[in-house]
C-alpha cells in the first residue's frame, strides 16, 4: 500500500556538491506534487553554517539556513562532506542525532563518506560511487559498499551518483504514491529506470563497451583489482589464456589503446586520488599503484597532470 503521509526533506549541500543530483532530486520530487495537485514533498537547503556553498561546477543555490533540528518524520539528505575537521565533526553528529531521533537518512555521492564519518553504516547495505572508493578504503577500511547503483537498507538509502539518483527518488515515490503515480513522473519526464535498489551499478561506458567481449572486460577487472602489482601485464594473458597480441587486438579495437596505457591511466588516477585525501609521500604513492621506481611515477604523472605529484595537491 502507498504510504499516505507527506514527506519533507533537509537536503544539505557542502561544498562541491553535484548540482546534477540537486536537480534530479527536486525536479522529480516536483513532479510528484504536480501529479498529486498537492505538496506531498517539501524541501529546504541548509550547509552546515548557513553560508552559501557552490556545487562542483560553481553554481551557489540560495539556502533556507544551517543545520537545525528537523521536523518530526523529516528525511536527512546528504549531498555532500565536509573536509575541514570542525565542520566534519558538526555534520557528523547532526547526522548521527537525525539517526538516534528515528528519521530516514539518505545521501549521493560524497555525501555516503558523510554517512560513513557519522559510523552509520556498519552493518547496513550502502553503495559508493566508484571515484570516492580509494577515499572510503583508506579512511574507513571495516566499511565495503555493495557496488549496487543505489541501496535502500531499513532508515538508510545510499546512491552511487549520476542519473541513478532518479531510480532513487522514484523508487521511494513508488513506495508512497504507488506504481502509476511513479510511472506517470517517469513519462512525464521522459525517463526510463535503469535500476532497483542493490542492482549492479552497470551502465557505465566501459562496462557498455565491452559486454560483448567477456575476455576484454575480464582483463580489466583484474587489472583494477591488482594495479599494485608491477609486473601485471607479464602473466595477464596467459591467466586469460589467449596470446599476448590478442590481448593487445582486443585493447586497440575496442578502446582504441594499448594494455599498458590503460594500466598506467588507472594508476595515475588512483595516485592522484591518494595524494589528494592522504598525508603519503610520493614514492610511498608510486609503489602503492604498482609504478616500478619513484623516477618512472614521477614523469608519467608529470606527462598527464603537468606537475610533479609533491605539488599535487
Known sequence: ???????????????????????????????????????RYSWRF?????LPVASEIG???????????????AVLLVLGDETEPARSR????????????????????????????????AGHAFTVHQDFRTELDCRHPGLTPSGAAFEVDKRISTCAGGFAIADMVLSMMEDDLGKA???????NVLFISLHKPGAPATCTPLRTL??????????????????DEPDI????????GISRRQLERYFSSTLETTPKKFLTELRLEKAARLLTIAQTSALAVAFECGFGSQSTFTKAFKRKYGVAPKNYC
Open 59 to 73: 553554481t551557489v543555490p540560495a539556502l533556507d539556513g544551517a543545520l537545525g533540528k528537523c521536523s518530526p518524520g
Open 90 to 121: 558538526r555534520l557528523s553528529a547532526h547526522i548521527r542525532q537525525q539517526w538516534r531521533e528515528g528519521r530516514t537518512i539518505m545521501a549521493v555521492d560524497r555525501g555516503v563518506l558523510a554517512l560513513a564519518e557519522a559510523g552509520i553504516l
Open 233 to 240: 601485464l607479464k602473466s595477464l594473458s596467459s591467466e586469460l
Open 181 to 187: 503515480a511513479r510511472l506517470a513522473v517517469e513519462d
Open 46 to 50: 541548509t550547509s552546515v553554517d548557513g
Open 210 to 227: 565491452t559486454r560483448d567481449n567477456p575476455v576484454l572486460a575480464r582483463a580489466i577487472e583484474i587489472i583494477a583489482e591488482r594495479l
Open 1 to 39: 500500500m502507498p504510504d499516505s503521509k507527506n514527506r519533507s526533506f533537509e537536503i544539505i549541500l557542502s561544498e562541491g556538491f553535484s548540482m546534477l543530483a540537486l536537480t534530479v532530486i527536486v525536479e522529480l520530487l516536483g513532479k510528484g506534487n504536480i501529479r498529486e495537485r498537492t505538496r
